[in-house]
Antibody, heavy 122, light 110 residues
Framework: QPQLQESGPGLVKPSETLSLTCTVS??????????WGWIRQPPGKGLEWIGT???????YYNPSLKSRVSISVDRSKNQFSLKLNSLTAADTAVYYC??????????????WGKGTTVTVSS | QSVLTQPPSASGTPGQRVTISCSGSSSNIGSHTVSWYQQLPGTAPKLLIY???QWPSGVPDRFSGSKSGTSASLAISGLQSEDEADYYCATWDDSLNGWVFGGGTKLTVL
């Protein structure tokens, strides 16, 4: 059974850059069947898709975050990473990574990490 | 404001059948399959239904999904106390070229 684990700082200062990593076990980020994605959830609010990346490095981003976000994949470490810059308090959230299927007839996120809480505060 | 529209809350008594709706448009639900997620308090979301009406392994068939046009629904029959959670619908949106989620529905078991 594949597992995903997020890691990164829990506290980041405003205007700085957030860097999170998702380590995949029991599957390979080099798989041609899946994309690998990031989703966040502000306190007391719903889920917001941040972006997804394919093993080739091709990525899709939420248009509302596109100017500030970058997602990459490291096949040698079986990891994928999120970078979000110019942080504000509105970026405070639980950040989840997820294995994603996004091909015609199959759009779903079937394996999720447990999430990591990120607080933006000075 | 979410691209997909869900009622903010729903409720039912044990044993009842509850339905949660998810309304979208031709660029999302009208063009692609819908998935549903259950988020128990303090935990990560869990895939409940994919491809409109398919169950991942381990999900009880008390949960069922359907889609018609630009709307989708999640039905929970034989409601149990452990079903109390937030439920989200999601799909791909061609206009945004990305994933969209519903705002979530908080299910209360009375």
């Amino acid at each position: 059974q594949p597992q995903l684990q997020e890691s990164g700082p829990g506290l980041v200062k405003p205007s700085e850059t957030l860097s999170l990593t998702c380590t995949v076990s029991g599957d390979s980020v080099s798989s041609s069947s899946y994309y690998w994605g990031w989703i966040r959830q502000p306190p007391g609010k719903g889920l917001e898709w941040i972006g997804t990346v394919y093993y080739t490095g091709s990525a899709y981003y939420n248009p509302s975050l596109k100017s500030r976000v970058s997602i990459s994949v490291d096949r040698s470490k079986n990891q994928f990473s999120l970078k979000l810059n110019s942080l504000t308090a509105a970026d405070t959230a639980v950040y989840y990574c997820a294995r994603t299927r996004q091909v015609p007839k199959y759009f779903y996120m079937d394996v999720w990490g447990k999430g990591t809480t990120v607080t933006v505060s000075s | 404001q979410s691209v997909l529209t869900q009622p903010p809350s729903a409720s039912g008594t044990p044993g009842q059948r509850v339905t949660i709706s998810c309304s979208g448009s031709s660029s999302n639900i009208g063009s692609h399959t819908v998935s549903w997620y259950q988020q128990l308090p303090g935990t990560a979301p869990k895939l409940l239904i994919y491809s409109n009406d398919q169950w991942p392994s381990g999900v009880p068939d008390r949960f069922s999904g359907s889609k018609s046009g630009t709307s989708a629904s999640l039905a929970i029959s034989g409601l149990q106390s452990e079903d109390e959670a937030d439920y989200y619908c999601a799909t791909w949106d061609d206009s945004l070229n990305g994933w969209v989620f519903g705002g979530g529905t908080k299910l209360t078991v009375l």
